[in-house]
């Protein structure tokens, strides 16, 4: 199977600091990382990997920086990396970033070999939209899934996919090629290995495609190509919270202490008691 | 995300040590490096790492002591105090945890 | 494709830890033509390291002679003060250097700029990866092992620093104790340039060392340090830790260490530096106190050679630390064993034992235990609390008469008396003290 899978190259830290001067976010210093919810996206694909042989090619498109996580990635375990990178891609909404994923993935599919599967994450940390798989799999007219869990081969160009939702779990069969968006809870990403860290310093399995390889219309990528306009923003209020901590003997003792405490208090109660009159059904 | 919470603290009023965490950044490891056996906490008279954890990991609960990996800065003081060699400690993997800028 | 057949699997040398030690040691290695790899646990930007502020140039300049123009060098050094602090009183020295030769530099930086040496140099670099063990075959260190993988080398350089985790899985040295080892907790202050050149009225490239002793501490054997960054202040405390915990014991400790230090960002004689300061960071790391009593019993074994904070290479005088360069010049003087040893029939250990003679006749062995002395003070906690507190009372007693001033002689005599010291004990104590300091 040869198995692309997105990455995006997020800041690492999910509380934006605002300096208190200037109202403007601090970005000094903050490290990027590889958005965690494509952890179990890769963690997949290596697993179908290991259990039916072939390839895993990692996939970006962002300015050069993000190469240090597809090395992160190539030392999980993934065989290459692509990074698809030019100016003319900057300022891209999910429109224009997912139009150049499916080219790419299209490219990839031509050059270098079949593409069975693409696999993306949940949803990034820094914009969570969840639109990039679907709106990928709608360019390339693949079939979608998303939510997965689990992946099994079932023939040569079919897969099973196992989604948990929050009250069902479904399970679909699925032509490939396809395309789907893990769970953000799926599965536990395998360590990086020293091994393939040497491997990446040694053999510099990476390619970067700039949009001379790419040859698509700078109309429909970066700024241009992006139809999203964000009108207002607003700042949500704090919620004033207790940060109580408390040590359960066991889970019985800690949902007992969790209902106790949340009768004490009386708005808490109110809005526990509506719910379960509402909801208490399902 | 709430720009209030997240507001930079001055240094003017005497803070919580979670707000002053906040200047820190973390990629937390998906598990725990640093494990407590709390078995032996109970036995530990003074229980120092509730005042000399820097990164304030160990609390005293009504139960004993709690202990949160995901705040730590790594810096090894808790395994070095503990009287009761209750802490099983490593450093994170794969370049996880605390990820210093001005140190 | 883990197995990949033409994947090296072997080099001539690994280093552990991607410190000021282990790069400086890659580095030399590496422009020598020796095959390394240098593996660090952090991201490689520097992101696991954190110290007081301040770098003796010297012995660095001797490995990287373009330290100066290219290092990420804060500020120079130009002032050097010491406080001693007894509730609000404090009272402060300040020197004007004159020379240039340290800086202050944020750890984080300098050691990227070295570990990016060393890679540039030709010695492979590799970060996100938290080395297990150090194998050992018949009694001789043949290689590392990180989860499932095992990669061999001639000679492996331990430079993993203070909590020397690894060697104590092989034996090689106990269990840390709290005996030998201080906690760092620092915050970064971020006021300025302007504000800094004002307050401490320094020019644009300078700056201050300053270390305070006494109350800071609440008595605890220690102190507390004050270095000027760029736009930000570097401060914090250093705690013995034996000590701390003998204080939890006896109720005299008893609030969260981070309270110690906002105590002290709170002093009313230290706040003004920071006003209206924002905190950029919050770290802590451990060092060591008593330094020759931290050493492994030797510097090299067979096929392994240990260097910086793990090797115990930090001099610590209580009003300086010297941990930085002593740990590049180690690298420098392991990196030398092992070309010696190339060059003299091969790695074994009488050839790599010339590190451990080195190390025990270069300066830094030298003035390691010429400050012994300094140990014995910051073991002390009488002494901590007593000579900071005399002479206050002898200040107190010059300045603070509201009619009536005393002479020195009678406010040092008095002082004296109100402290249940000796004239004679002051005197020999102090000459003891000051022959070792
Ligand atoms: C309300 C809103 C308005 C926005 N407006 C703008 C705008 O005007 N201009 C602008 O420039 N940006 C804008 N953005 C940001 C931009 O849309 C997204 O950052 C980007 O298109 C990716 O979408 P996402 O991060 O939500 O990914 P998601 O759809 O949440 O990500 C799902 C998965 O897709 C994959 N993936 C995502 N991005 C990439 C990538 N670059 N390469 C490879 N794989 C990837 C990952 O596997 C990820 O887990 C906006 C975002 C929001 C929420
Ligand atoms: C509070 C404080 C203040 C100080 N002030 C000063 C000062 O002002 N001036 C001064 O010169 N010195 C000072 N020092 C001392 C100085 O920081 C150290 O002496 C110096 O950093 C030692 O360098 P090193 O290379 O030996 O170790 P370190 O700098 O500790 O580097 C060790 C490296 O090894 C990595 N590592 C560890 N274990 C592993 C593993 N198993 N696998 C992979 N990688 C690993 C670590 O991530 C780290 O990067 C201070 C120290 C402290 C704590
Ligand atoms: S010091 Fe050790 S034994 Fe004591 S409470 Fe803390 S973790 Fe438990
Ligand atoms: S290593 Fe340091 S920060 Fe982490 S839990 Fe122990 S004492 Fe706290």
Redesign the interface.
């Known amino acids: 199977m040869r198995i692309v899978v997105g990455m995006k190259w997020v800041p690492g830290t999910t509380s934006v600091r605002i300096d208190p001067k200037t109202g403007t976010l601090i970005r000094e210093g903050v490290p990027s990382i590889v958005n965690p919810h494509d952890m179990p996206a890769v963690e997949l694909a290596l697993q179908l990997k290991d259990t039916y042989g072939g390839e895993v090619i990692a996939l970006t498109m962002s300015p050069p920086p993000a190469i240090r996580g597809l090395e992160y990635l190539i030392g999980m375990g993934v065989d290459r990396a692509i990074l698809v990178s030019d100016r003319v891609y900057a300022g891209a909404d999910t429109l224009a970033t997912s139009y150049v994923l499916a080219k790419a993935i299209e490219k990839i599919d031509k050059e270098i070999g079949k593409v069975d599967l693409a696999i993306f994450g949940q949803e990034t940390i820094d914009s969570s939209t969840a639109h990039i798989g679907a709106q990928t799999a709608s360019w390339l007219d693949w079939p979608y899934i998303y939510y997965a869990h689990s992946v099994k081969l079932i023939d040569n160009n079919k897969v099973l996919v196992e989604r948990v939702l929050e009250n069902a779990i479904e399970d679909w069969e699925v032509e490939l090629p396809a395309i789907i968006s893990t769970h953000m809870k799926a599965l536990k990403p395998r360590p990086v290995r020293l091994i393939n860290k040497i491997r990446y310093k040694v053999e510099k399995p990476l390619i970067t495609w700039t949009n001379n390889d790419m040859k698509l219309d700078p109309r429909c990528t970066g700024l241009k190509g992006s139809p999203t306009i964000v009108a207002k923003t607003v700042d949500v209020p704090e919620v004033p919270r207790k940060k109580v901590v408390y040590k359960p003997k066991d889970g019985e003792d800690a949902a007992k202490w969790l209902i106790k405490t949340l009768m004490e208090d009386e708005k808490a109660s109110k809005a526990l008691i509506k719910a379960l009159k509402e909801g208490g059904a399902k | 995300m709430s720009s209030a919470q997240n507001v930079e603290k001055k240094e003017e009023k005497p803070m919580k040590l979670e707000d002053i965490l906040q200047s820190d950044i973390w990629n937390v490891d998906e598990d725990p490096h640093i494990i407590v056996d709390y078995n032996k906490c109970k036995n530990c008279p003074n229980k120092p790492c509730v005042y000399l954890c820097p990164a304030g990991c160990y609390v005293l609960s009504d139960n004993g002591i709690v202990f949160s990996y995901e705040g730590c800065v790594e810096c090894g003081t808790c395994r070095v105090i503990c009287p009761m060699e209750a802490i099983t400690w490593n450093y994170p993997k794969s370049g996880k945890g605390i990820f210093y800028r001005f140190t | 494709?883990?197995n990949?057949p033409d994947?090296?699997?072997k080099f001539d040398v690994i280093v552990i830890g991607a410190g000021p030690s282990g790069s400086a040691a890659a580095y030399l290695l590496a422009k020598k033509g020796f095959k390394v790899?240098l593996?660090e646990?952090?991201?490689g930007?520097?992101?696991?390291?954190?110290?007081g502020g301040r770098v003796y140039a010297p012995p660095i300049r001797e490995v990287w002679p373009e330290l100066d123009k290219e290092a990420p060098i804060q500020r120079w050094v130009t002032k050097e003060r010491i406080s001693m602090v007894q509730g609000e009183k404090v009272i402060t020295f300040e020197y004007k250097a004159e020379k240039k030769i340290s800086f202050v530099s944020?750890?984080?930086q300098l050691s990227q700029w070295m570990s990016k040496k060393a890679e540039d140099a030709g010695a492979?670099?590799?970060?996100?990866?938290?080395?297990d063990e150090i194998v050992m075959k018949d009694g001789k260190a043949v290689g590392v092992r990180?989860?499932?993988?095992f990669?061999e080398a001639d000679v492996v350089i331990d430079a993993e620093g203070?909590?020397r985790?690894l060697l104590e899985r092989l034996g090689i040295v106990e269990r840390?104790?709290?005996d030998n080892?201080a906690?760092g907790?620092?915050?970064?202050?971020k006021t300025g340039a302007s504000n800094i050149e004002s307050s401490f009225n320094v020019g644009p490239n300078e700056g201050v060392a300053w270390v305070i002793m006494g109350d800071v501490t609440k008595g605890i054997p220690g102190g507390g340090f004050i270095y000027t960054?760029k736009d930000?202040i570097?401060m914090g405390l250093v705690l013995h830790?034996k000590h701390?915990?003998n204080f939890?014991?006896n109720g005299k400790?008893?609030?969260?260490?981070?309270k110690l230090v906002?105590e002290f960002?709170?002093h009313p004689y230290f706040r003004p530096y920071?006003k209206?300061?924002?905190?950029?960071?919050?770290?802590?790391?451990?060092t060591i106190e008593g330094a020759t009593h931290f050493m492994p019993s030797k510097f090299a074994y067979p096929g392994l050679l240990i260097v910086g904070d793990a090797a115990g290479l930090l001099l610590s005088t209580g009003y300086t630390f010297r941990g930085v360069d002593y740990a590049v010049y180690s690298g420098k003087l392991a990196a030398e064993a092992v070309e010696y040893a190339r060059n003299n029939g091969g790695f074994t250990y009488e050839n790599l034992e010339t590190y451990d003679k080195n190390i025990r006749r270069s300066f830094m062995y030298n003035e390691l235990f010429k400050h012994r002395g300094a140990e014995l003070l910051m073991n002390n906690p009488v002494m901590m609390a007593k000579y900071p507190s005399i002479l206050m009372r002898v200040m107190e007693k010059m300045f603070e008469g509201e009619y009536t001033q005393e002479t020195i002689y009678n406010a040092l005599m008095q002082a004296l008396k109100e402290e249940k010291v000796g004239p004679f004990d002051l005197i020999s104590q102090a000459f003891g003290m000051v022959k070792s300091l």
């Open positions: 494709m883990n990949l994947l090296p699997t790899l593996i646990r952090g991201r930007l520097g992101d696991k390291n954190l110290y944020y750890l984080t492979l670099f590799v970060t996100e990866v938290t080395i990180s989860g499932p993988d990669i203070v909590n985790l840390l104790k709290p080892i906690l907790v620092k915050e970064v202050l960054n930000s570097s830790l701390s915990m939890i014991e400790f008893d609030e969260h260490v981070s906002e960002r709170f920071w209206d300061a924002i905190i950029s960071e919050y770290g802590a790391h451990l």
